[in-house]
């Protein structure tokens, strides 16, 4: 969800935004409409004008046809129309007025007005889109049809808001469509992250988008820039340093004095150990991607392991499934086994490595003292806890370096008078 919470962000505002236009336009769909049926059904003003004037007259049918015409009225005489009309027909207004008919009358006290109050019901329907007039009377009932007035229509108000949708919805596909770069551009950084150098953000893009990935590209350039020029002195300097090694190893073995030679040939393997070194740390820090790392058993590795270390089969013991199987790079992560295999005879006083599996993690045991710091401590290089030992306090830092390398930790543990470093 995190990763993809702008796009998330901007299909909630859409579809927020269409369901509160849809909402506005329903309700002004409702009002237009009964407004506008409320406007036509005042034309009942007339009809009951021209039925009443009917009524009082007594004048012929052809009369009331005739003047129901004038206003493109016509009287519904078809008995099968008139029930369609008021079975199937829908009903869109009905109320109920008093209908006041007035005479003169004449008594022996003079003459005088009668009013003649009766119910009148009309109810307006639409059929087939036709409008019809029903009108109701305690004596009589009448249907006409308004050949003049048409139902209402729907299509201006679902035009408009077919027409706003739409451009809701091309600025969503639009704003989607200048996200695309930020999703590549992300993509890109994850690559870069995972040490593909070579990978360019170079666009011709002038947004802001564009300029950050034109940026980033710049970068890229000084980053791989400095990663060379670092390679390069780096391994310009071991190489240096190899040749007055050698000559001096060379040199030691014409000194007379047997405490002299031994004394120079202490010194030079102890820099041509430095050297080595530094040369497999130059060589985890450049590892740029993981197309070394192949599948192997853990016990070769191990085996391998071991062999480097040149230690005696009696110093360590392997408790490790042959099934076991890891992807790494087999030289890294051999020298890693064996700097853990060195580190603990050599700070245990029985001299015994034991390295086995517990909870899907490698793990070497050794008898000892629990170490005086944290293990940050520890892995930072040039660190070592007994100044007197033969080593530089590079070896910790080896180890770590090659796991994180392989997507890994170094972590340790104390029980029972037992250090158990664990692969992670």
Not at 153 to 179: C, E, P
Request: with cysteine; glycine share 4%; net charge positive.
């Amino acid at each position: 969800m995190k990763k993809h919470a702008v796009l998330l962000t901007i299909l909630f505002s859409f579809v927020v935004t269409v369901v509160s236009v849809s909402a506005v336009f329903w309700e002004f769909y409702k009002l237009n409409k009964e407004q506008y049926i409320a406007h036509i059904f005042t034309k009942y003003s007339v009809i009951t004008q021209i039925y009443r004037a009917h009524s009082l007259s007594k004048s012929s049918d052809i009369m009331l046809e005739a003047n129901l015409a004038v206003y493109k009225l016509l009287i519904t005489k078809d008995p099968k129309l008139q029930k369609n009309v008021l079975e199937s027909g829908t009903v869109l207004k009905r109320e109920g007025f008093k209908n006041v008919d007035s005479s003169i009358m004449l008594n022996e006290q003079g003459m005088y007005t009668q009013n003649n109050i009766s119910d009148l019901r009309v109810t307006m329907l639409e059929r087939k889109r036709d409008i019809f007039f029903f009108m109701q009377t305690p004596s009589s009932s009448i249907l006409i049809q308004d050949e003049e007035l048409e139902p209402y229509s729907d299509w201006s108000v679902l035009y408009t808001y077919t027409t706003i949708l739409a451009i809701i919805s091309i600025s969503y596909f639009l704003i989607l469509h200048k996200l695309r770069p930020l999703i590549r551009l992300r993509r890109k950084i994850a690559s870069f992250g995972d040490g593909n150098m070579h990978v360019s953000f170079k666009t011709k893009s002038c947004d802001e988008i564009g300029l950050v990935s034109n940026e980033l590209e710049s970068a890229r350039r000084k980053i791989n820039t400095i990663l060379e020029s670092r390679t390069l002195f780096l391994r310009n300097l071991m190489h240096e340093l190899k040749t007055p090694i050698a000559k001096g190893t060379i040199a030691t073995q014409m000194l007379e004095s047997v405490k002299q030679k031994e004394r120079f040939v202490s010194i030079f393997g102890r820099l041509e150990a430095l050297v080595t070194e530094f040369a497999m740390i130059e060589e985890v820090t450049s590892l740029n991607s993981k197309e070394s790392f192949k599948e192997y058993r853990l016990v070769d590795i191990i085996d391998g392991a071991i062999d480097m270390a040149m230690v005696e089969a009696e110093n360590v013991s392997v408790a490790v499934n042959a099934d076991v199987k890891i992807k790494a790079n087999y030289r890294l992560y051999t020298t890693a086994i064996k700097n853990m295999i060195d580190n603990g005879i050599k700070y245990s006083p029985d001299a015994h490595v034991s390295i086995r599996i517990i909870n899907n993690e490698l793990c070497f045991e050794s008898k000892g003292a629990c170490i005086a710091h944290p293990l940050q401590y520890y892995i930072e290089p040039f660190t070592k806890e007994n100044p007197s030992k033969n080593s530089f306090g590079l070896g910790l830092y080896l180890v770590d370096s090659i796991l994180k390398a392989h997507s890994k930790v170094l972590a340790h543990e104390y029980h029972n008078g037992v250090n158990r470093f664990i692969f992670a």
